[in-house]
């Protein structure tokens, strides 16, 4: 695993780009970066969902901290400027989602986002095993 850069934001999320690039053909490779980010997620942020059925289980989740991920993919990047392409795409990172990412209140909206996704994840669960238990027990 090949650390290209890290970052320490203000707000207290840990990030870092890793680089898993590969040749595929001769001198040409398939850029591929990965940010990972880890990010604080306080209780707080997620009490406007208390009367979720799911609150409790998705803090277990979510609490103290919930890693975002992002993939940077280029194909068919000559040997040439294969350093310069990786510089470019972090470079591309700091000038536009960095600074979004460093705002003081990105964690509590990244919070509130990944509840609502597994809030409706695990609905998705509870309705389908309701209607397999009604499937088995309406062919017994």
């Known amino acids: 695993m090949n650390v290209l850069k890290e970052w320490t934001l ?13 040749r595929y053909y001769g001198d040409y490779h398939n850029v591929k970066l990965i940010l990972i980010a880890t990010v604080p ?3 707080g ?3 406007c969902f208390k009367d979720s059925p799911y609150y ?3 803090l277990e989740l979510l609490v103290p901290s919930r890693e975002f991920r992002r993939e940077f993919l280029k194909v ?11 510089q470019e795409i972090v470079e591309n990172f700091e000038k536009n989602a960095l600074l979004y990412m460093e705002k003081d209140h990105f964690p ?12 409706k994840e695990l609905s998705l669960q509870d309705k389908i095993k309701a209607r397999i ?7 017994e």
Do not use: H
């Open 41 to 43: 997620i306080k209780e």
């Open 133 to 139: 238990a009604e499937v088995d027990g309406v062919e």
């Open 76 to 86: 068919g990047v000559s040997g040439e400027v294969l350093e310069r392409t990786k």
């Open 10 to 22: 203000r707000n207290g999320i840990q990030m870092k780009i890793i680089d898993e690039t590969v």
């Open 56 to 58: 409790e289980r998705i």
């Open 108 to 119: 509590a909206k990244f919070a509130k986002s990944e509840f609502e996704k597994l809030e």
């Open 45 to 47: 942020y997620l009490s």
